[in-house]
């Protein structure tokens, strides 16, 4: 069982094993074992002398120290920190609104990308990659080819991880309206209060008075 294991998680793309020392590695916030199966939402940090290794179906992706990412399947989504990228199957890193993806998707690719202090910095060490830039917090769309780069084999290039910032909205559920807030409740409360005792408490000026 335990040969067959990586075996059988290797048929499935969406799978991988993390590799590690076990000292200062961590999954989901918990200590990780030197091998361990790795799925889709995974969350994966290396602390201060740490390094671990993600492999997967003709990818490899080795963490270095003081790193967090999130395992996507077919994208690392870089939260902080520094990654090397080995893959014939187009494996992909995101940082923020910047995504990277090696050009060719048959043969192997070697990339490396930093995201340090909110700037990423990519370097395509062996063949071509891409770099897409996209609406903030945000996937660009399938096939779009807008606001792409080419980073070429020996090159590096640098882009803001918060490319698309100003775009960002806050969403609605996240603001408590004023209306809603307890001083506006009171406030209400008191107009209306004060309001209806003014109506009823005028003995000799009935709202509707029957006398002209």
């Known amino acids: 069982m335990i040969a067959i294991l990586p075996v059988s998680l290797f048929a499935d793309d969406t799978a991988a094993m993390l590799r590690s020392n076990g000292v200062n590695v961590f999954l989901n916030q918990r200590p990780a074992p030197p091998s361990v199966a790795l799925f889709p939402n995974d969350l994966v940090e290396t602390r201060k002398d740490a ?8 990818s490899t992706a080795d963490i270095a120290p003081e790193t967090m990412i999130q ?26 609104c910047v995504t990277i993806t090696p050009q060719n998707l048959t043969d192997w690719t070697y990339y490396e990308v930093a995201d340090l202090e909110g700037k990423v910095n990519v370097s395509a060490i062996q063949r071509d990659v891409y770099i897409d830039e996209h609406s903030w917090n945000t996937r660009p769309v399938k096939g779009s080819t807008s606001n792409r780069a080419t980073v070429h084999e020996g090159e590096q290039k640098s882009r803001s991880e918060k490319c698309g910032a100003d775009l960002k909205s806050t969403p609605t559920d996240a603001v408590n309206p004023i209306l809603n807030s307890p001083w506006a409740i009171g406030a209400g409360v008191v107009a209306v209060g004060a309001v209806a005792c003014f109506a009823l408490c005028q003995n000799n000026n009935p709202i509707s008075p029957t006398k002209p």
Do not use: C, P
């Not at 390094?51 to 003709?58: K, L, M, P, W």
């Not at 920190?81 to 940082?95: A, D, E, I, P």
């Open 51 to 58: 390094v671990a290794r993600i492999e997967s179906n003709g």
């Open 71 to 96: 395992f996507e399947g077919d994208e690392l989504v870089l939260d902080h920190g520094r990654l090397s990228v080995h893959t014939m199957r187009g494996l992909r890193v995101r940082v923020g």
